[in-house]
Structure formats: structure tokens, C-alpha cells
T-cell receptor, first 113, second 110 residues
Framework: KAGVTQTPRYLIKTRGQQVTLSCSPISGHRSVSWYQQTPGQGLQFLFEYFSETQRNKGNFPGRFSGRQFSNSRSEMNVSTLELGDSALYLC????????????FGQGTRLTVV | QKEVEQNSGPLSVPEGAIASLNCTYSDRGSQSFFWYRQYSGKSPELIMSIYSNGDKEDGRFTAQLNKASQYVSLLIRDSQPSDSATYLCAVDQAGTALIFGKGTTLSVSS
């Protein structure tokens, strides 16, 4: 059974640009959550999608957005990149929303220069 | 702001010893609790989940939950150098998000 797949693995972008990251969940999983991980702040929740609807959102500016498609694949977009957006972006999938086990992809390492 | 607190460590134990990792959380409504292991440069890997008060054992790992004290712990028996990693405690918030502690770094010396 394939795990959670995130693409691309690495990205280098310039301040002011925008970026789109992709996440394909484990087959059969319907919930996808996104997290940002930095050395100083640890893992922080960005948002959760279930059945193509955003169900919960963390405390991030509106420059961070996402969506989920009918096949449960999800994308997140960051517009007007800032240096502070440099981080590891992780996607986690679970079979249902709520209190179920979540499995992480390998992450996308974003560097903003 | 819901919080999950962990001692950042490092926690150093000799090979074969028991490593004890602790976590406290602020949201009394939380129902699900998870431990993840993260090796340097890798993504978090789920190692234990616990939903009810008491102990849950899986191989060398035992998770302990005390909802009244808002406390979760992870015991690693017969610690191995390969257990050296950062251990993240995660607690569900409103059933839609996991709130993570900043992790405890464990170092097992041979």
C-alpha cells in the first residue's frame, strides 16, 4: 500500500513569488491535513480538508490556502512568499476526520531567498 | 490557545535502559493522543496511539494516559541506539487538528 506522496520534495523560490505544493493521501483516506515545521516553532497546523471542504484552519495568514479534489488529493498554495515561509511543509492523511491516526508524507522543503 | 508541552531534552539514556518521555496538554476535551518519532531530516512516523486512560503496550513501547491529570507518557524499554530521535506528542483538537508539542530529543548511547 503506497504511503502519502508529496511533491515536489524541494523548492527554492524568491520573495514575492507564489508556490503550490501537492499531496496524494493513502488510498482510501479522505482527510488531509497540512502542517508547517520550523526549528523554532515546531509543527504547526495549517488546515484540514475532508470531502473537498476545509474543516479547520490554523492561525496562519490568508496567503496560505489549500484545496482538496474529489480523489482526495490536496494542494496548498502560498502567495507572496516571505523569507519566514522557509520551512518543511508536511501533509498527513487519515481515513476519516476526527480522532483517527494520521500518517505523514516525506514533506516539501521550501526555501525562500 | 491549546497547548502541548514536552521537555525538549536532550534525554540521554544508556543502551538497554528505559527511556521515559512525558507530555502535558491543556485541552480537557481532547480524546485522542499520539506519539510520533522523527529522525533528523525525515518526516514524523506514527509509533503509538492511545484513546483511553491507562496503559497501551506495543512491543518495546508503552503509552500511558491520564486524562484527569492531562498527562501522556511514552516508555521505551530496552532502548537501542536506533531509538535516538525526536519524539513528538500530538493531541487532537476538536477532532480535526493535531496539536504537537515541540518534541523531546532522545539520545541512546551504546
Amino acid at each position: 500500500k503506497a504511503g502519502v506522496t508529496q511533491t515536489p520534495r524541494y523548492l527554492i523560490k524568491t520573495r514575492g513569488q507564489q508556490v503550490t505544493l501537492s499531496c496524494s493521501p493513502i488510498s482510501g483516506h479522505r482527510s488531509v491535513s497540512w502542517y508547517q515545521q520550523t526549528p523554532g516553532q515546531g509543527l504547526q497546523f495549517l488546515f484540514e480538508y475532508f470531502s473537498e471542504t476545509q474543516r479547520n484552519k490554523g492561525n496562519f495568514p490568508g496567503r496560505f490556502s489549500g484545496r482538496q479534489f474529489s480523489n482526495s488529493r490536496s494542494e496548498m498554495n502560498v502567495s507572496t512568499l516571505e523569507l519566514g515561509d522557509s520551512a518543511l511543509y508536511l501533509c498527513a492523511s487519515s481515513w476519516d476526520r476526527g480522532n483517527t491516526e494520521a500518517f505523514f508524507g516525506q514533506g516539501t522543503r521550501l526555501t525562500v531567498v | 490557545q491549546k497547548e502541548v508541552e514536552q521537555n525538549s531534552g536532550p534525554l540521554s539514556v544508556p543502551e538497554g535502559a528505559i527511556a521515559s518521555l512525558n507530555c502535558t496538554y491543556s485541552d480537557r476535551g481532547s480524546q485522542s493522543f499520539f506519539w510520533y518519532r522523527q529522525y533528523s531530516g525525515k518526516s514524523p512516523e506514527l509509533i503509538m496511539s492511545i484513546y483511553s486512560n491507562g496503559d497501551k503496550e506495543d512491543g518495546r513501547f508503552t503509552a500511558q494516559l491520564n486524562k484527569a491529570s492531562q498527562y501522556v507518557s511514552l516508555l521505551i524499554r530496552d532502548s537501542q541506539p536506533s531509538d535516538s530521535a525526536t519524539y513528538l506528542c500530538a493531541v487532537d483538537q476538536a477532532g480535526t487538528a493535531l496539536i504537537f508539542g515541540k518534541g523531546t530529543t532522545l539520545s541512546v548511547s551504546s
